[in-house]
């Protein structure tokens, strides 16, 4: 957007008046958009390779622009650009793995986490009858009712845990060999 000569000519009165710095306040107030430190300037490499080729036309004799400097800039640009890619096509890969995961869980019965309205933590038995994506979320619906994936603490039912810990003692004969029997010369 051009800017007027007023508001070149007010922006120039207020940084004399302000000692050089002004609010990001004072610079809205101007009509002057502020971007806050990590986010989007909305730049990308088409507008990165304009910025060279007009500083490239506006060279002077006296002041040639390092060409070596703009090469490095541009390596650093494209490598950017790719890793945005990749991990771009890694994110959809993923996805893509978790939804293919989640449809071959349908007809199996599986066991889902699901916390009562004390807080208690309830196991839910039945099974998948479809899956699908809720608020970029994988979810299953099992008899009925929506779960997210996350939630399956198992594939099947859990085991019952025994009232009392099993006796566990390794080495129960109070060898060192760690209960295995020494051959005979």
Known sequence: MPTSLESLYSTQSALRTSGGALTAEELEKMGIEVKQPGEDLGLDFTDYLQLMIQQLQ????????DTTDMLNQLVQMSVV????????????LVDASTLSYAASLVGKTVTVAKYDDEGNLQEVVGTVTGTGSYQNTPVIFVDGEMYALSDIMAVGTLPELPETPPETGEGGDGSSDGGQETPAP
């Open 81 to 92: 650009q790719m890793m945005s890619t990749v991990q771009t096509t890694i994110e959809t």
């Open 58 to 65: 506006n060279q002077t004799i006296d002041n040639a622009t």
